[in-house]
């Protein structure tokens, strides 16, 4: 067959069925676009849920910081990481989430914990009548909420601390951490080394930041906001109104996070919605501030 023929029947098939490749130009060959433009595959729920967490917990931080963040806990990990701008576009349509696990955060409860496990430490005062201020030394175990130490010391001195410490280790056994401020008394050297030699690891709240130790902050406010509607005397008389004040925390007032049990009950391992008392007595201090039912098992 000539040549001319196979020619003419080759431009006669490229008429009849062009063909969809680009056709090379002087300049080269040029991309060709796609009729649907190229998707990334969709990221895992799990990764969008953990963006809107890290917001919820870092309200003030922005886009970049928490990107970052997500990327320095899960580049290694799982080889997976975010951009600024798709950390944008996430939380964007997701701020009714946001809103709604932040209250849930702020609403969190703690329930009962381990007893015996962390123990909180702290400082407080009252003024008497006269003008002298009484320095208040409370201890108290972060999982209960039991009332270890209530009482008046005669100073602030690392040794005065230390051997009130000891004396609730003698009676309610040792603690495996103990959390505390950063007042000076609780930061130096004797108070640390002490702790240190006797296998109790100390926890520092950090500066400004009270809630880090709210147990026992806690306990301050509920003594306070009773004690300033009281009239004290001498020491003498706050160190008996201490004492009755640690009873009705502990035996006669229920806690809240413990379920309705007080820190006593929740010490000894005792459900009252369970077990029935053995016999109820009618508690009344301080002038009528402290009182309640004390159930006896």
């Given at each position: 067959m000539p040549q001319w023929i196979l020619q003419l029947c080759r431009m006669l098939?490229?008429?009849?069925?062009?063909?969809?490749?680009?056709?090379?130009?002087?300049?080269?060959?040029?991309?060709?676009?796609?009729?649907q433009p190229m998707r990334q595959p969709r990221k895992p729920t799990w990764m969008v849920d953990e963006l809107v967490?890290?917001?919820?917990?870092?309200?003030?931080?922005?886009?970049?910081?928490?990107?970052?963040?997500?990327?320095?806990?899960?580049?290694?990990?799982?080889?997976?990481?975010?951009?600024?701008?798709?950390?944008?576009?996430?939380l964007r349509g997701r701020r009714y989430e946001i809103e709604c696990l932040r209250r849930?955060?702020?609403?969190?409860?703690?329930g009962l914990g381990e007893s015996n496990k962390v123990w909180g430490l702290d400082l407080t005062g009252k003024q008497d009548v006269h003008g002298q201020q009484h320095p208040i030394l409370g201890l108290i175990d972060h999982g209960s909420r039991q009332l270890l130490t209530l009482t008046a010391v005669p100073n602030k001195s690392a040794w005065?601390?230390?051997?009130?410490?000891?004396?609730?280790?003698?009676?309610?056994?040792k603690p495996q951490a103990l959390r505390s401020d950063n007042e000076r008394?609780?930061?130096?050297?004797?108070?640390?080394?002490?702790?240190?030699?006797?296998?109790?690891?100390?926890?520092?709240?950090?500066?400004?930041?009270?809630?880090?130790?709210?147990?026992?902050?806690?306990?301050?406010?509920?003594?306070?906001?009773?004690?300033?509607?009281?009239?004290?005397?001498?020491?003498?008389?706050?160190?008996?109104?201490?004492?009755?004040?640690?009873?009705?925390?502990?035996?006669?007032?229920?806690?809240?996070?413990?379920?309705g049990r007080t820190p006593l009950e929740a010490w000894q391992g005792i459900d009252p919605y369970r077990r029935p008392p053995r016999r109820e007595e009618w508690f009344e201090a301080w002038d009528g501030l402290l009182q309640g039912y004390h159930l006896r098992f």
């Open positions: 098939l490229r008429w009849l069925f062009p063909s969809r490749r680009p056709r090379p130009s002087r300049h080269g060959w040029k991309r060709t676009h796609p009729d967490r890290l917001k919820a917990l870092m309200p003030q931080a922005g886009c970049r910081r928490v990107a970052d963040t997500f990327n320095r806990r899960f580049a290694a990990k799982k080889q997976l990481t975010v951009s600024k701008s798709y950390v944008a576009y996430t849930k955060i702020r609403q969190y409860r703690p005065t601390l230390l051997g009130y410490l000891f004396l609730a280790i003698g009676r309610f056994g008394v609780f930061t130096g050297r004797l108070f640390s080394t002490v702790l240190r030699l006797a296998g109790i690891r100390q926890q520092l709240s950090d500066p400004g930041c009270p809630w880090q130790n709210s147990r026992i902050e806690r306990l301050f406010g509920t003594l306070k906001g009773k004690l300033d509607r009281w009239r004290l005397l001498d020491r003498a008389q706050l160190y008996s109104a201490l004492s009755q004040f640690a009873f009705w925390y502990n035996a006669v007032r229920p806690h809240q996070n413990l379920g």
